[in-house]
């Protein structure tokens, strides 16, 4: 298995994955090694043997569960507060909107500046009732800068971002996207896997007491599947204000825009209200698929299945039939053997796809 990414890694793979998605770069997908090399080739999902066991092999499908029944009750839940970052009085963003801006748009500065400084010089160009963007090329003429205004691309986006935020806000499709992020429940779904098939805390939680079993699905280098999958970005720190995110994600279309391509900024930001976790839960190494609650998603082969050392007998004479029948390996999990570590013995082997 591949090393992990890092959350760092996991935000340009978001932006990578956007904007591969974008019509100027669709057809270089199947070109795009440095990017699908980050895509995993197998993932695993650990189940209980409940009434669709069975029924989602022969059907050939995956569940897309409502997030209201995830695991973790403070998952996809977010904070709509903007008051901090707009002001309904003025019409404007505020000098926490700018700064939040600033933050991703030069996190080193711009030219000749550091952080600190490029900061001050922007907050010093916002007054009372926000933005003034004809006060900006006063500001920096008298601040002794160089910088040729006209050109500087922060100044363009938080001009810009300044000018349209309302109208933005304002936007139907922003709109019903803020309305299913802020009631997720039984409308938004979500297919969790994970990286690992070995994992003691998940046998244990939907493995149900190793008396269940974990599904390893391949996964197919194809649009319809890499477009959709999603790593989770693991943090304790309060990551999920909505209009944060839509500063982000806005900010980075535009950073795209003005530097033609040459800068993204975080342009999946607005995809993390639906795939960040507290770091309590890193563990699980989630990758998760995200769409409209019970889905039934189709495009993921099983290539073999993990039963627990406690399975029934049942059960397993049953996934026996069903290995032979669907085209899939079965293994089964050894006893505990003092060890501490979890490993399987093949039980039936994959058929071998015969030649045309």
Not at 35 to 61: C, G, N
């Amino acid at each position: 298995m591949k090393r992990t990414l890092n959350n760092k890694q996991k935000r340009k793979y978001m932006n990578d994955l956007l904007i591969y998605q974008s019509m100027p770069f669709l057809y270089e997908f199947n070109t795009r090694g440095d990017f699908l090399k980050q895509t995993p080739t197998m993932l695993y999902k650990y189940r209980s043997f409940d009434k669709y066991a069975f029924l989602m092999i022969k059907d050939d499908y995956a569940y897309l569960a409502p997030v209201a029944g995830l695991d973790d009750p403070f998952d996809c839940l977010n904070d709509f507060g903007y008051k901090d970052y707009y002001d309904d009085k003025t019409h404007k963003i505020t000098p926490k909107a700018v700064e939040t801006i600033i933050k991703q748009a030069c996190p080193n500065g711009i030219q000749g500046y550091s952080f600190e400084e490029t900061k001050k010089l922007a907050l010093e160009c916002v007054e009372k009732d926000g933005l003034d963007y004809d006060r900006i090329p006063k500001i920096v003429k008298s601040s002794g800068s160089t910088i040729k205004i006209e050109t500087e691309p922060l100044f363009t986006i938080l001009s810009s971002i300044n000018e349209n935020f309302e109208r933005i806000i304002e936007n139907t499709n922003l709109t019903n996207f803020a309305e299913r992020a802020k009631n997720p429940g039984e409308n938004v779904g979500v297919l969790s896997l994970s990286e690992v098939r070995d994992n003691k805390v998940m046998w244990s939680l939907y493995g149900k007491k190793y008396t269940g079993y974990c599904i390893e699905y391949e996964i197919p280098k194809i649009k319809d599947v890499v477009f959709n999958l999603c790593p989770v970005i693991y943090t304790k720190r309060s990551n999920n204000n909505f209009m944060v995110k839509m500063l982000e994600y806005f900010m980075g279309a535009m950073m795209r825009a003005v530097t033609n391509g040459h800068a993204n900024g975080n342009i999946g930001a607005a995809t993390e209200l639906f795939r960040t976790k507290d770091t309590d839960w890193k563990y699980q190494q989630e990758w998760r698929i995200i769409g409209k609650a019970e889905n039934h998603l189709k495009g993921l082969k099983i290539k073999a299945i993990y039963l627990g050392f406690k399975v029934c007998k049942t059960n397993e004479e049953k996934m026996r039939r069903y290995a032979k029948k669907y085209g899939f390996a079965l293994y089964k999990m050894n006893p505990p053997d003092g060890k501490k570590i979890i490993k399987y013995k093949k039980v039936i082997n994959e058929p071998v796809k015969k030649s045309n």
